[in-house]
Nanobody, 121 residues
Framework: QVQLVESGGGLVQPGGSLRLSCAAS????????MGWHRQAPGKQRELVAG???????SIAESVKGRFTISTDNSKNTVYLQMNSLNPEDTAVYFC???????????????WGQGTQVTVSS
């Protein structure tokens, strides 16, 4: 069984920064991709950023230049550094990963429980 555990959300003032972390644990054999999605109240979940095992990244236009995604492969952890936050960034942020577990079967899609990010003065 594979679990994704997120941390780092909270309340921040406009213009501030936060760093989210997501650690994959359990029977992880290979991580194919990891990424972050977010869902604001009344809106659909959207992809914020993703990174693959080769280190290639993709960033949503709405956060480009402000958010950075990175990984620590030794810890099976993905980070989302969020700078210059504004109220439109308020949402629940979900970690997502495509992981092949120790059974070596086809990679599966996993989701974290979500962490709240609120940007408000």
């Amino acid at each position: 069984q594979v679990q994704l555990v997120e941390s780092g959300g909270g309340l921040v003032q406009p213009g501030g920064s936060l760093r989210l972390s997501c650690a994959a644990s359990g029977s992880v054999f290979k991580i194919v991709t990891m990424g972050w999605h977010r869902q604001a109240p009344g809106k659909q979940r959207e992809l914020v950023a993703g990174i693959n095992s080769g280190g290639s990244t993709s960033i949503a236009e709405s956060v480009k230049g402000r958010f950075t995604i990175s990984t620590d492969n030794s810890k099976n952890t993905v980070y989302l550094q969020m700078n210059s936050l504004n109220p439109e960034d308020t949402a629940v942020y979900f970690c997502n990963a495509f992981i092949q577990d120790s059974s070596r079967s086809y990679p599966k899609d996993y989701w974290g429980q979500g962490t709240q990010v609120t940007v408000s003065s």
